[in-house]
């Protein structure tokens, strides 16, 4: 059994809600993006950027971001639980998957600010 | 004292089998694991998905050069193998939300809803590579 101690919303009801929400909010983005390059004739950096000036497109972005923070760190966190487990590698399972969680906590964190700095930084 | 009478009854030093190489798994069960694995191979993709998009916003110049670059071989695969991560992730993610509401919950249905599933990713997946070549 493995303690749900580093889960994200503290709670399996929690981490299973948030999942969804943020999954559904994440398939709307990519619909969206996806319909917007096939219905523009001709996608160029002129159309792209007045696309991404706008307020509600810089919105939906970081929706988007942050819900791929928290879809992320809950999905890994399933994996990983799954996997370096004690019943696999004993003991030391636990202090791989912690650190195995720390730098995945890195990398999202700096997905986040790093797609923040593009969204406010053109 | 049920937590007792459970302990006595169910040997807790039993073997257990998780080889994968040797269970035979049902279409549901690869459905599940491939969400899993496209779901590891998206958030690496992310990184590609930001550097373009990153490209694409600083200057007109930076617009041009990624897509002069997009005419990379090395770039297109990687990039359709993204988009074939999240197309199949995606399609896996919301049948998980058509079963949440309590459609094809049985054995059939979801044995069904894995097929379709599979059959709906592999269209996108060859669109995708379809739109970059």
């Known amino acids: 059994m493995v303690t749900a101690v580093t889960s994200f919303g503290r709670s399996g009801l929690y981490d299973w809600m948030i999942q969804r929400v943020s999954g559904v909010a994440m398939a709307a983005y990519v619909i969206f993006l996806v319909g917007f390059i096939l219905t523009t004739p001709d996608v160029g950096y002129a159309e792209w950027k007045e696309l991404y000036s706008s307020l509600c497109m810089r919105v939906f972005s970081l929706v988007t971001l942050l819900s791929l923070a928290a879809h992320a760190w809950i999905g890994l966190w399933a994996v990983l639980t799954d996997y370096l487990t004690n019943r696999m590698m004993g003991s030391k399972a636990t202090v791989l998957r912690v650190v195995a969680q720390m730098a995945l906590g890195v990398v999202t964190v700096t997905y986040v600010v790093w797609g923040i700095e593009i969204l406010w930084g053109f | ?133």
């Open chain 2, 1 to 133: 004292m049920g937590e007792k009478r459970c302990n006595s009854t169910v040997n807790k030093n039993r073997p257990v089998n998780l080889d994968l190489a040797t269970i035979k798994l049902p279409i549901t069960a690869y459905v599940s694991i491939l969400h899993r694995v496209s779901g590891v191979v998206l958030f690496a993709g992310v990184a590609i998905l930001l550097c373009m998009l990153d490209a694409s916003l600083e200057s007109a110049e930076s617009f041009a050069a990624l897509k002069e670059g997009l005419q990379n071989p090395i770039y297109q695969f990687l990039i359709w193998g993204t988009l074939a991560a999240l197309a199949y992730h995606m399609v896996a993610g919301i049948r998980h939300l058509i079963m949440d509401c309590g459609i094809g919950e049985t054995l059939e249905g979801g044995q069904t809803g894995a097929k379709i599933a599979l059959v709906i990713a592999a269209v996108l997946i060859v669109l995708a590579g379809v739109w970059i070549w």
